[in-house]
């Protein structure tokens, strides 16, 4: 079965820095385009930033632009997002799935992490 698992959501003070992870299991991904999505309370779920199979390509919101570097173990079978520079409007339930970074349709989503940024 084809799973992606998020973690490394947290709390964390505006101007920190977090590192999420999408881990695979039951398929490996470096033959895939991995997404991150994330959602905040009363709002559409956004595509963040995306990075691709065949030339380690990468695609970022222009929210996140300079802050957001996305990045692949694939030794790991794992997609890293490491976020700079929180601000309170980061805050959201961040998701992995698998993408096509062109038009950001995505499917095998995980169930998401939490990251809160506050003081």
């Known amino acids: 079965q084809l799973q992606l698992v998020e973690s490394g959501g947290d709390l964390v003070q505006p101007g920190g820095s977090l590192r999420l992870s999408c881990a695979a299991s039951g398929f490996t991904l470096d033959y895939y385009n991995i997404g991150w999505f994330r959602q905040a309370p009363g709002k559409e779920r956004e595509g963040v930033s995306c990075?691709?199979?065949?030339?380690?390509?990468?695609y970022y919101a222009d929210s996140v632009k300079g802050r957001f570097t996305i990045s692949r173990d694939n030794a790991k079978n794992t997609v890293y997002l490491q976020m700079s520079s929180l601000k309170p409007e980061d805050t959201a339930v961040y998701y992995c799935?698998?993408?096509?970074?062109?038009?950001?349709?995505?499917?095998?989503w995980g169930q998401g992490t939490q990251v809160t940024v506050s003081s």
């Open positions: 990075i691709s199979s065949t030339d380690g390509s990468t």
């Open positions: 799935a698998v993408t096509d970074c062109s038009s950001w349709y995505a499917y095998n």
